[in-house]
């Protein structure tokens, strides 16, 4: 989902600092929001555990050039439920900082490009679960259709923003839209791949429903809301 340098350039990257902006401002409303239930040591924990998983994802685990940008694995919805909205948007965010400035510095000139195409979606998410479980249900107790629901969002977004910011920067051109529906369509395999996976961490989350993993996970993991 990387953006390159260049394909948004000049006056138009003040767009990117402005939703790059929206979306530290929101991230910061769900860290308020999770500090009245939780406490500064659990979220920080959880936070390094969601940069971590993130740097994984985008440097470790195989990723693929196509059309006007890169497909990777990240898996949005696995963080959110195993570790919550604030954990996982922060994580998400130092995950790519720290991914940028060691092992692709060229890419950092895009940075709240791609921060925005990351987060939006992550923020999608997280209003979709609070509408579609059940606030008895705990997460590790959701079926793939749940599941895949979300993937199905986060996956979507992350590509309509990709979709976008190529459109608003590089025009409508056959070339360019040939890209862009090249990296959609190969971006249909990770909606495929990451309700399953978000599966099987939740059968394992499971498994230690009764452990003590207290600041590790975030409680709706094994409680009801």
């Known amino acids: 989902m990387h953006i390159e340098p260049g394909v948004v350039d000049g006056a138009k990257m003040a767009f990117a600092y402005a939703t790059a902006a929206g979306a530290a401002g929101y991230t910061a409303k769900l860290v308020r929001d999770e500090l009245r ?40 919805t696995t963080l959110l439920l195993l570790l919550g909205a604030a954990p996982a948007a922060l994580g ?3 995950g790519l900082l720290v991914q ?20 939006v979606p992550l923020f999608a998410i997280t209003e979709l679960a609070r509408r ?22 986060y996956q979507g977004g992350v590509v309509a923003w990709v979709a976008f910011w190529a459109i608003y920067g590089q025009g409508i051109g056959a070339e360019n839209l040939s ?9 249909m395999l990770v909606v495929i791949v990451e309700p399953v ?24 993991l094994f409680n009801a809301a």
């Open 92 to 94: 998400l965010a130092l």
């Open 197 to 220: 996976a978000d599966l099987a961490v939740l059968a394992v989350a499971k498994a230690l429903r009764n452990k003590n993993t207290s600041g590790i996970f975030t409680d709706r």
């Open 100 to 119: 940028g400035m060691f092992f692709a510095p060229t890419d950092m000139p895009m940075y709240f490009v791609n921060v925005t195409t990351l987060l």
């Open 179 to 187: 890209s862009v529906l090249s990296f959609g369509a190969a971006y």
């Open 132 to 153: 579609i479980i059940p606030r008895q249900t705990a997460y590790v107790d959701l079926g793939y259709g749940e599941v895949l629901k979300l993937s199905a969002l």
């Open 37 to 76: 239930s939780s406490n500064v040591v659990s979220l920080a924990t959880r936070t390094v555990l969601a940069a971590v998983g993130t740097f994984v994802f985008f440097e470790i685990m195989p990723h693929f050039a196509v059309g006007v940008s890169e497909v990777h694995f990240i898996l949005g």
